[in-house]
Every structure is written in C-alpha cells, then in structure tokens.
C-alpha cells in the first residue's frame, strides 16, 4: 500500500531563511509524487511533481524538491522563504486512480 | 487556466438529510476524483470514476454515498442520511487520462453538519 510520512506537523521559519520540508513515502513501484500548497480556506494548489528523469525538479513559486530513490525521500526546499509562503504543504504518491496524502507541515514564517 | 469548480463553498444540513456537491470538472479531463478533509487532518481520497463507472472507491466510501455524472459537465457526491461525522471539506479533482498526471483540484466544499 502506498503511503507518506511527514515527519514535521509544524515549522517555522524567519522570512529569507531557507526552507526545507520533509517527506518520505512508500510505493510499490516506481513513485510519482507531488507537493501541494493550502492556503487557510483555500484548495489544494500543486507546486511541483515528480515522474522520472532528472532527480530535482523545479517548481512554481520557487520552490524545488529532490527525489532520493535510496532514502525514498522527496523533500521540498526553497532558499528563500517570504512571508506569502505561509500556509500547509502536503506531499504526496500515486495519481493513477488515486493519490495518497501526507498529514501536511504547517508552515509559519515569522518577520 | 482551466480550473475545477466547485459549489456550493460552503454547505450546512441537518444530520440525517441528504446533501448533494456539485463540481465541474475541467472540460477535457475523463478522469474524475472525490477526497475528503476532515478539520486538523489529511487529505483522503474517496473515489476515482471514470467511463461513467466508479474504478475505485476507499473504505470511507459506503453505501451512504454515491457519484454520478449527470450530464457533460457535472460530477456530483451524493451523501445521503449525512452524519455528524461527515462534517468535512470535500475536494473534487480531474484528470485527462489518469496516467499519473497530476490531479487538478477544485477549492473544495465546506460540508458542516448540524
């Protein structure tokens, strides 16, 4: 069964620090994986995905995640944080029929 | 950009009273998805139609709820005899062939039960 695990439920970060949020997954097969931003009220907006090819992958808003076969990671990272980036992050596997979710981190960022 | 839309926002009903929520889909996508996200938790999947057929459906869809696609546009969750429990937002997604595309999903539907 596939699943996500987000280890951080809540992270906060000064305005400019840079950013990196965890996810680790498990699938069966070769994964396809996604993070998705929800802003408070809002739905879910997708930042970047990941199906083959090169490892690190750019996505929308600046954001960029690394995929590591080896630690089943697919971690999500940006140099520089601004304070529109605060809302909750999901990562996520599948897509064919389905997609499974992490829990979300929340992230706050502070001035 | 195309967009999944969803109505109503925001949704309150009496428990025990049948609620539908409606989403259109984007206009060439064959593939149609409904989650669910109870306050403080994950995102869950529902079911995935496609062909005018539910292909999978989780756990949490039971025989109180049902889809349907009624016509070219809209793809519908109905919950019938709604329970406190299904207090929750409902996300609608599409896709075009299901290949492991990246699901587009709608701003979801505030269900609260009463």
């Known amino acids: 069964a596939q699943s996500v695990t987000q280890p951080d439920i809540h992270i906060t970060v000064s305005e400019g620090a840079s950013l990196e949020l965890r996810c680790n997954y498990s699938?069966?097969?070769?994964?396809?994986l996604f993070w998705y931003v929800q802003s408070p009220g809002q739905g879910l907006q997708l930042l970047l995905k990941?199906?083959?090819?090169?490892?690190l992958v750019q996505g929308i808003k600046g954001f960029e995640a690394e995929f590591k076969r080896s630690q089943s990671s697919f971690n999500l990272r940006k140099p520089s944080v601004h304070w529109s980036d605060a809302a909750e992050y999901f990562c996520?596997?599948?897509?064919?029929?389905?997609?499974?979710f992490g829990i979300g981190t929340k992230l706050q960022v502070i001035p | 950009e195309p967009e999944v839309t969803q109505t109503p926002s925001h949704q309150v009903t009496q428990m025990g009273q049948e609620v539908i929520l409606r989403c259109v889909p984007i206009?060439?996508?064959?593939?149609f998805y409904w989650y669910r996200q109870i306050l403080g938790q994950k995102v869950e999947f529902l079911v995935s139609?496609?062909?005018?057929?539910?292909?999978?459906k989780s756990e949490i869809f039971d025989d109180q709820f049902s889809v349907e696609r009624p016509d070219g546009s809209n793809f519908t969750l109905k919950i019938r005899s709604t329970k406190l429990e299904d207090s929750a937002m409902y996300f609608c997604?599409?896709?075009?062939?299901?290949?492991?595309?990246?699901?587009?999903f709608g701003d979801g539907t505030r269900l609260s039960i009463l």
């Open positions: 699938y069966g097969a070769t994964p396809y």
């Open positions: 206009s060439n996508h064959l593939y």
């Open positions: 990941y199906f083959s090819g090169d490892t």
């Open positions: 997604a599409s896709t075009y062939d299901g290949s492991n595309q990246p699901q587009h």
């Open positions: 996520a596997v599948g897509g064919y029929q389905k997609v499974t």
């Open positions: 139609f496609y062909n005018n057929e539910i292909s999978e």
